[in-house]
């Protein structure tokens, strides 16, 4: 037996039994009592009847012959009198007053035992009273004559029952069981009644809770099954509206931050609504995390949530009390503000958000600002519904992110046409890679002074059904957004390797290095380092000639374990470029921190080379630095004459434009490299800096035309003035 099985009550199964066992044994002491009462009255009419008949034999026995103080009995009377009593159907047996059967069945025997002591008894006190007699019940009775006993009369009890019944003797006993049905009928009626309430309470009970009513409580306190189903009932209708004013709250409120989710924003938003008297009363915020993807990829998930928390925190912290701070999923927040007095007052909240979220948020030990693209919605008579304001909001926000993120944007209906078409881009982005609607394009670069081709950029291109070829500016952004970047990426990867050792598959190919560009995303990617590593196996590919090409703005914005990722490519043999050079502000204390092979100066610079530029100066600072950290470089964007010749005359190591080459694609660029299978004009060996490379040779022209034809005559003079030497 359980510990708690002897702390229960008895149950109702004991109860029941207990009740009608009580009930049954009141019937039959109530039985009992009426049989006593009628054997009681049965004796009583019993005595009575023998005294009659005794006294009415002693009248008989009485003869003329009687003397005071004797009576004379004559045998022969008393016989006769005797029978004549057992023709009556009274078989009597008359004895004397010492004890001897002087008349009847046992004539001529002596009583002993009880039978005698009754016969006594009943001459001393003159008393009837019953006895037993060779086994038969019997009433004794004095026979009185002359005022004295002179003997005992004894009747058979059955004889007298039968000749004389007891008046109403059966009226008691049917007066005893109507009683006591009726109490078995009562004390069933209260046990059916108080069992059927019980019953009643708990079945009012759970329809109640089934028809939603969850403060329901049932007040038995019984300590059997009813009662402690009831407590049951109580417990689970308690657990169960402890679980709905949770789920209400989950359903109301984002399960990490806490704070309101979609569902209570708009609830909030059509109460407000509802309230306003007047356009621009209310705004909606929106902002949305710029790189917090950043974050997840390169500390993991747990990281992220804690930043976002924390970000919480400080939305909470730049809004007043009645303003609503919800979150509408992954890092995107919304604020709205009632009772809104002037488009000042929303646009001084959204800075001081923004400047909020510059203060540091510390993961995993390194200090990261949250930066925020931001979209504001005014409640007017074109949005007067939630869902309306809450998309008017997100166009601004995206629209702030299209126009380079962290910045904040009021809705203007013009912005709608924008985003919309790039969230169709972004879909045609994902069918184009299902469809292999991308290619890869190789520009040349050429080292220099002497001309000769060295390696070539891998350029992604977009090969539309529709708008035909569409360059990576007009999509990259759109594809980083939509996480499609990663896909892409990795194809332009595998395409650039495979391509290299397809042409090297023509012995009297020049041995080019290939440059490919890598996105932020890529670079956070865990498996970046074993995909690289993997590619170069697989294709035989030698790793110094796969050059990783990532920005500037990588250096300067400190972006999660790039340094780290760097090092671990660097460590493959790979060479590393930063591209764009002179566009994000890097130190040279960044510069020295990175694996860094070479950078390659940004075309905005060497666009306005022509000898007398303010950029002039710059560009070669920028290659003297370059070469004092014992960096190669390398200049993009070379279209004319003089900002080759700018370049040759500052050391610059190699460059690629216009003017050495535009991109090609890969037939076209086999193309320019059988050109190189001519005997080279100046028979120099490879340059240590490039090793593996082919022999010099002048850097052909792609087409047969004017621009081309002056091109190789540039190059052909700066390779005599090369091979002439100083003077």
């Not at 006594?120 to 005022?147: F, H, I, K, N, Y």
């Not at 002179?150 to 019944?165: D, E, F, K, M």
């Not at 560009?619 to 950290?629: K, N, P, S, T």
């Amino acid at each position: 037996m359980r510990p708690e099985d002897s702390r229960r009550g008895m149950s109702l199964r004991t109860k029941l039994l207990l009740t009608f066992t009580t009930t049954a044994l009141a019937m039959a002491a109530l039985t009992g009592l009426s049989l006593w009462n009628q054997r009681r009255l049965t004796e009583e009419v019993l005595r009575r009847d023998a005294e009659l008949v005794a006294r009415g034999v002693a009248a008989a026995l009485t003869h003329a012959e009687y003397q005071e103080g004797a009576m004379t009995i004559v045998d022969d009377d008393l016989g006769l009198l005797v029978g004549s009593l057992a023709r009556e159907r009274l078989p009597a047996t008359v004895v004397d007053t010492s004890g001897l059967v002087v008349a009847g069945k046992h004539a001529g025997k002596l009583l002993g035992g009880a039978a005698a002591a009754a016969v006594l008894s009943t001459v001393e006190d003159g008393q009837s009273r019953t006895t037993m007699l060779a086994g038969e019940e019997m009433v004794s009775a004095p026979l009185v004559v002359g005022r004295r006993t002179r003997g005992v009369l004894l009747l058979p009890t059955s004889s007298l029952t039968a000749q004389h019944p007891a008046p109403g003797a059966e009226l008691p006993t049917l007066a005893y069981g109507a009683l006591a049905l009726a109490v078995a009928l009562t004390a069933g009626l209260l046990i059916a009644r108080r069992f059927s309430g019980r019953l009643g309470a708990l079945q009012a009970g759970v329809e109640a809770m089934a028809a939603g009513e969850r403060g329901v409580r049932i007040g038995d306190t019984e300590n059997d099954e009813l009662g402690r189903l009831s407590k049951a009932f109580n417990d689970m209708a308690a657990q169960l509206s402890r679980s709905e004013i949770e789920l209400r709250k989950r359903a109301m409120h984002d399960p990490l931050t806490g704070l309101a989710n979609r569902t209570q924003l708009v609830d909030e938003l059509d109460r407000a609504l509802g309230r306003a008297r007047r356009d621009r009363e209310l705004a909606l915020i929106i902002l949305d995390l710029d790189n917090f993807k950043d974050v997840n990829d390169s500390f993991g998930h747990p990281a992220g949530d804690r930043m976002l928390l924390a970000v919480s925190g400080l939305l909470r912290s730049c809004v007043r009390p009645e303003d609503t701070v919800s979150r509408l999923g992954g890092d995107e927040f919304a604020v709205l503000l009632q009772t809104v007095r002037s488009e000042h007052d929303v646009l001084r909240v959204a800075a001081r958000i923004q400047e909020t979220l510059q203060e540091p948020i510390v993961v995993e030990g390194k200090e990261i600002a949250a930066r925020a693209s931001v979209g504001i919605a005014w409640n007017s008579s074109a949005s007067r519904s939630a869902d309306e304001l809450i998309r008017n909001a997100d166009v601004a926000m995206y629209s702030a992110k299209a126009q380079g993120k962290n910045r904040v944007e009021i809705f203007e209906p013009s912005m709608q046409v924008a985003v919309m078409e790039r969230m169709e881009l972004r879909d045609e982005l994902r069918s184009a890679l299902e469809r292999d609607e991308f290619t890869v394009v190789y520009q040349p670069i050429v080292e220099l002074p002497l001309g000769r081709l060295i390696g070539v950029e891998a350029l992604l291109r977009w090969q539309h059904p529709d708008r035909g070829v569409i360059s990576p500016a007009e999509f990259i952004d759109v594809a980083e957004e939509g996480g499609l970047i990663l896909p892409i990426g990795s194809l332009v990867l595998r395409t650039a390797c495979e391509q290299l050792v397809h042409w090297d598959a023509d012995p009297l190919n020049p041995r080019l290095g290939v440059s490919v560009n890598l996105s932020i995303r890529q670079l956070q990617q865990e498996d970046l380092v074993g995909e690289v590593a993997s590619l170069l196996q697989e294709t035989g590919l030698a790793p110094y000639r796969l050059t990783l090409e990532i920005t500037e703005s990588l250096l300067v914005e400190e972006v999660p374990r790039v340094a780290e990722r760097l090092d671990q490519l660097k460590a493959l043999g790979v060479l590393l470029a930063i591209d764009d050079f002179g566009t994000g502000y890097s130190t040279l204390s960044r510069l020295r921190t990175f694996p860094i092979d070479s950078i390659k100066i940004d075309r905005t610079f060497v666009g306005d080379l022509d000898g007398s530029s303010a950029q002039d100066p710059l560009v070669g600072a920028v290659i003297a630095m370059g070469h004092g950290l014992g960096l190669q470089v390398v200049a993009e964007g070379v279209e004319t004459s003089e900002q080759l010749r700018f370049l040759i005359d500052h050391g610059c190591d190699s460059a690629q434009g216009y003017l050495l080459g535009r991109p090609v694609s890969p037939q076209e660029l086999q193309e320019v490299l059988a050109e190189t299978h001519l005997p080279s004009e100046t028979g120099s060996e490879p340059s240590e800096q490039h090793a593996g490379s082919a022999p010099p040779a002048p850097a052909p022209a792609l087409n047969d035309n004017d621009g081309d034809r002056a091109i190789r005559k540039i190059v052909a003079d700066l390779q005599q003035q090369a091979a002439a030497g100083p003077g």
